[in-house]
């Protein structure tokens, strides 16, 4: 047995930690004390708490909750199948046994994991930047009305297929299992940097107007087989992969042919943040493709089945393709829409040649590879 | 073996899960068993002496009840199983630190709140403890789920609440939600004085009639003691319940609540 005195610290003053200290090393803990309420405390706390009280001694019985505890896994490395018992509880946490199983589907390390996940989410944590000063929204614009309108088409174009991007991965992070805490971090933070894209695009477009382009069904019908995709490695690699690697050049693009600084900004912030999205697609299906040969097969078809889905749609709006034009060539006149309707047609190879490149990265052979870009949607992303 | 049907009242939506996994323990070891919910005590004591239910999870005013309404059609009642969080209980009259009460007797004519009008632990046995020694108090009652004896802590709450608001000079609860409400922010350390301490009363207990499934009440029994809180499937319903094990019923802790239900509940019993 030994003594405890709380001298006047209360037990509704945390002097229960005390008594509970002494009770870790001894069975038997005589307390002492000045608090007011300590005669009536005491004895109620160790009903609660299962202790024998009598005379101001405790008893301890073992009423241990860790009893059939197990380690969720390890701190540094995900375990290939985490249970759905572990749930959120950290990885490496000791989890009390009988918590409630959550549905976890997408809990196969294999399906999902990339090792460069933590130095991503690292990179994009230090890269946050805020819409509201990263931009020069009042840098000054002499570019023409019909230049501006396209510039408000592209942004239109620009803000749905980025709502995608923000909607489809997120719709996995709601049932990815949080094990894989980087991946589930970076996933979050891709939202994050999509949101900002949507307020940027957005803020954008209408800094001189007060309406908006068109959203085509074509694009829309796109964007669906993206949103509708039930597998998580297939809408990666359709949306990251293909989408987002295209996207990059588009960014670039605008980045490069906008007529104004604000412009430009907004596409060369959101391309910082999309190279990092396509990296991780890419590090993950790669490890992914590495583990399952069977994978790239079923990537392949993929492809194909959105192909035949979306070969009854008007492919990239005209009014999108058309605003690129103009932006690429910056006037009306005919040499310069020359210009700007080659510069487009260079974009569209561009992408071409990044999709099959990032697709041979994958483990498609170059042939395949070529085959496969040019069944990729007409819309972009 | 014959399903055994246990009676419990629903003071809270916990309820449910608790004896469903209860009946799903049970029936994994071989006792059929199944549970009725009342709304009330008085139901659930009048179901048991027709017969609808074999046990019933009684609070102590409920087993004083059912004791005495089974004696007077000459039958004969048991507490068979109780927590290990029912025995020795007391309960505590709450007043305001710098309130100028210092004895029982400063009480004398001053509001005290209570619980339910038919909480053991909120009201009546706090009210007849003062009133035992002698002292006239104002009862203020806090009526959260009549019926239900107190068992949600709801009107033990209010009854604190209107204590630190100054809308009554004390107020009455069990021992351990004096702790349980420092815990949560409602009573500061030092802003109220424990001025009264009641005696020692047992609260809950399963209940039997004479008649009851001898076997089936028997496993119920051994089921009981055998649950361990090590065991990760029984410890969330433990935890729910209350209690770190369960003990054999005992009658020794009811007689502050039967001299308390003589003088407030009054002929409650005779109208039966």
């Known amino acids: ?381 | 073996m014959k399903e055994l049907v246990l009676g419990a009242v629903a003071y809270d939506a916990k309820v449910v899960p608790i004896w469903d996994g209860f009946r799903e323990w049970f029936a994994q070891r071989g006792l059929p068993f199944d549970y009725v919910l009342f709304t009330n005590y008085e139901r659930q004591v009048e179901a048991h002496l027709r017969g609808d239910i074999d046990v019933a999870w009684n609070s102590p005013l409920a087993w004083l009840e059912a004791r005495d309404l089974a004696a007077k059609h000459r039958r004969r009642a048991d507490a068979i199983v109780m927590r290990d969080t029912d025995r020795d209980l007391t309960s505590v009259v709450l007043v305001r630190a710098d309130s100028a009460i210092r004895t029982l007797a400063d009480l004398g004519g001053k509001r005290v709140g209570v619980g339910a009008a038919d909480s053991p632990q909120a009201t009546l046995i706090p009210l007849a403890s003062i009133a035992e020694a002698g002292i006239n108090v104002d009862a203020v009652k806090h009526d959260v789920l009549v019926g239900k004896h107190g068992d949600h802590v709801g009107g033990e709450r209010l009854a604190v609440k209107a204590l630190l608001a100054g809308e009554v000079d004390a107020a009455c609860l069990i021992d351990g939600n004096r702790l349980a409400f420092a815990n949560e922010g409602l009573l500061a350390p030092n802003a109220t004085r424990v001025l009264y301490q009641t005696g020692a009363y047992d609260h809950c207990n399963m209940t039997v009639l004479d008649g009851a499934p001898v076997v089936a009440i028997e496993r119920f029994r051994e089921l009981l003691f055998a649950m361990d809180y090590a065991d990760p499937a029984v410890r969330p319903l433990l935890d729910m319940e209350g209690l770190k094990r369960w003990l054999p019923g005992r009658t020794s802790g009811y007689a502050l609540l039967e001299r308390a239900a003589a003088s407030f509940v009054g002929g409650w019993i005779a109208s039966r």
Request: hydrophobic residues 50%; proline residues 5%.
């Open chain 1, 1 to 381: 047995m030994i003594d405890v005195d709380l001298g006047d610290l209360g037990l509704d003053e945390g002097g229960h930690l005390l008594v509970q200290r002494a009770l870790t090393a001894s069975p038997q803990v005589r307390v002492r004390g000045t608090a007011p309420t300590l005669a009536v405390d005491l004895p109620a706390w160790c009903r609660v708490r299962g202790y024998a009280y009598v005379d101001n001694v405790i008893a301890r019985v073992n009423v241990d909750r860790t009893h059939g505890a197990e380690r969720a896994g390890s701190i540094e490395t995900a375990v290939e199948l985490p249970p759905a018992r572990w749930g959120l509880a950290a990885r490496g946490a000791l989890v009390e046994a009988g918590a409630p199983s959550l549905d976890l589907p997408l809990a196969e390390k294999r399906e999902l994991w990339a090792d460069e996940a933590a130095r991503l989410y690292a990179q994009a944590a230090a890269a946050q930047w805020d819409p509201a000063t990263a931009i020069p929204w009042t840098a000054p614009s002499e570019h023409p009305p019909e230049i501006e309108d396209a510039i408000v088409q592209i942004m239109t174009y620009l803000i749905e297929n980025e709502t995608a991007a923000l909607l489809v991965p997120v719709r996995f992070l709601g049932r990815l299992h949080p094990h894989f805490r980087e991946v589930m971090q970076l996933l979050a933070i891709q939202a994050a940097d999509e949101a900002r894209h949507i307020e940027v695009f957005t803020r954008r477009a209408t800094l001189h107007r007060d309406v908006l382009g068109l959203s085509t069904a074509g694009g829309q019908a796109s964007l669906a087989t993206l949103f509708d995709e039930p597998d998580f490695a297939v809408a990666s690699f359709l949306l990251a992969v293909l989408g987002e690697g295209s996207f990059l050049a588009l960014l670039w693009f605008i980045r490069d042919h906008a007529p104004d600084a604000c412009t430009r900004e907004v596409a060369r912030f959101a391309a910082q943040d999309e190279a990092r999205h396509v990296a991780f697609g890419l590090a993950h299906l790669a490890r992914h493709a590495a583990l399952d040969p069977s994978l790239l097969g079923r990537l392949a078809a993929a492809i194909e089945r959105r192909h035949a889905a979306l070969a009854s749609t008007a492919g990239l709006n005209a009014l999108v393709f058309d605003a690129l034009v103009l932006l690429a060539a910056g006037s009306w006149e005919p040499a310069d829409l020359r210009r700007g309707h080659a510069a487009v047609v260079e974009l569209v190879r561009e992408m071409d040649a990044g999709r099959r490149t990032r697709l041979v990265r994958l483990g498609f052979d170059a042939t395949t590879a070529e085959r496969l870009s040019s069944l990729h949607t007409r819309n972009f992303m």
